[in-house]
């Protein structure tokens, strides 16, 4: 089987496709209330560009991509995307991050289409709060989407919560408990400073750690295995508990030295570091004619110059240019 390994013998695996820049959501740790400056119609690639890179880095040794944006259901034809997408031969894994708000209608489609993952963002489980940290979201339309994601099919959930003190860090134990009563996936995302205008400031950061000793307060947390699915997520449970944890610490423990990412924006570009706006531009060489296998080369070439770890901190962070929507979180 061919494989892609970096220059620090990463074997390289995953891609997140970010299919728009556009979101129905203006989360506060996300995105300004203004909105960002969007890219341009014909700067976004089309899905047949999509597909075709795709294939190629299939070829090269992908085997798990996630659609991501954006708001990924925002894109209009995503379904057909998906189905073209399960249909290339050497995916083992095709998954979704979405922020739930068009999922109801969507979640059965997905699944027929191919989808087999969702993660579902979800901040806050206070109607109220949940309307704040999302300027304007309704969440009973995702409770309706969760719903509809269950009956089609998708099975564990997952939810991703972002924890922000001062904000929702109130509600850490009330998500766990959810893992108590429910066959669900909660992963705990420490809040990170990409972006410039995300809202980072230290002190609103809470560590996986600190998160973990909340949780505690209200059982024994075992740990697991780490599985396929899971990523750089580290696994425990609540004992008795049906659902699990995960704790993503990009920043108080990060987990360069496996990570085996590689991320395409929706202008085409692709980046091999969350944290770096180092960026190859497949999308100019897609469009002046370049062949599958010069391609090919220039994916290898950016795998080689994949940063061996990011720097940015708790203490010491740098804010990257792009914002999370715009890179596919
Ligand atoms: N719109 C979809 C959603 O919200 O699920 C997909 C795109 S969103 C950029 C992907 C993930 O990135 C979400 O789970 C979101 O919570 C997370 N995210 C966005 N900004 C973040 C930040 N500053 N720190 C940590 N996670 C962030
Ligand atoms: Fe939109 Fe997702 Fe960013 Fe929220 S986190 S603003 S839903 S892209």
Redesign the pocket.
């Known amino acids: 089987m061919i494989q892609l390994i970096d220059s620090y013998n990463r074997h390289i695996n995953y891609l997140r496709i ?1 299919i728009t820049d556009r ?1 129905n ?1 203006r ?1 506060i ?2 995105m300004p209330k203004e909105g960002i400056s969007l890219i341009g119609h014909d700067d976004i690639l089309s899905y047949e560009e999509l597909l075709r890179i795709a294939c190629i880095a299939v070829k090269k040794g992908i085997t798990k991509i996630r659609i ?5 259901l925002a894109r209009k034809g995503v379904v057909q995307f998906v189905s073209a997408l399960s249909g290339i031969q050497g995916i083992q894994d095709l998954s979704m ?4 708000i068009l999922l109801s209608p969507a979640a059965q489609p997905l699944r027929s289409a191919g989808l087999k993952r969702l ?3 979800l ?1 806050s489980l206070n109607p109220d709060k949940y309307t704040m940290i999302t300027r304007g979201g309704d969440i009973n339309q995702i409770i309706a989407g969760m719903k509809s994601a269950q009956e089609a099919g998708f099975s564990p959930i997952k939810i ?1 919560v ?1 924890v922000i003190r001062g904000i929702n860090d109130d509600e850490i134990t009330s998500f766990a408990k959810l893992s108590m009563e429910k066959n669900l996936q909660v992963r705990f ?7 410039m205008e ?1 809202g ?1 400031e230290k002190e609103r950061f809470v560590s996986a750690d600190e998160i973990r000793q909340s949780i505690k307060t209200i059982g024994p947390l075992l740990e697991l295995p780490s599985d396929n699915g899971s990523g750089p997520a580290q696994m425990y449970t609540i004992e008795g508990a049906q659902g699990r944890l995960g704790f993503i610490s ?1 920043l108080s423990d990060h987990f360069c030295a496996t990570c085996n990412r590689l991320r395409l924006t929706p202008d085409g570009k692709l980046r091999t570091c969350l944290f770096s706006d180092a960026e190859v531009d497949l999308k100019t060489k897609v469009r002046q004619g370049c062949s599958d296998d010069a391609l090919a080369d220039i994916i290898n070439e950016a795998i080689l110059s994949k940063p061996q770890k990011h720097h940015a901190t708790e203490q010491v962070f740098k804010k990257c240019i792009r ?3 715009a ?3």
């Open positions: 970010s979101c959501l989360c740790y996300c991501t944006g954006g708001e990924p991050t979405t922020n739930g993660n579902i963002s901040d991703n972002v995302i420490e809040y990170m400073p990409v972006g995300n980072w990009a914002g999370m929507s890179i596919g979180g």
